[in-house]
């Protein structure tokens, strides 16, 4: 395998609306995933399909206690295809904009 690729997602909450950007994601197996919450808002990120990632990822909450930012990465044997998730956050009390949900878009590089 080549050398990973660090993708990044960003969400953005304020007391009017959420966003996640960008809203998909490409990214090959071995690829770093790393999520921050802009402002140092409390979100949770949550992966309906825990096949990716595994059960301990299925819902991850980004707080102070990890700076509002974690790091995934992609398994070596993830299946290729589209894993959606859903972004909730703690400063309106609801789920970041998406029609349809942001994706993980796995790719073979």
Do not use: Q
Not at 12 to 36: L, M, T
């Amino acid at each position: 395998m080549a050398g990973a690729t660090k993708h990044r997602i960003r969400v953005a909450s304020s007391s009017r609306w959420n966003v996640v950007v960008p809203r998909d994601v490409i990214a090959a197996r071995g690829d770093i995933i790393e999520f921050k919450s802009v402002g140092e808002k409390n979100v949770t990120i949550m992966f309906p399909n825990e096949a990716l990632f595994g059960p301990s990822s299925r819902a991850i909450d980004l707080n102070g206690d990890r700076a509002w930012k974690m790091e995934l990465t992609v398994p070596a044997d993830a299946e290729l295809g589209a894993y959606p998730f859903v972004v909730y956050c703690d400063e309106n009390k609801d789920y970041a904009e998406g029609n349809p949900p942001p994706r993980m878009i796995i790719i073979d590089d």
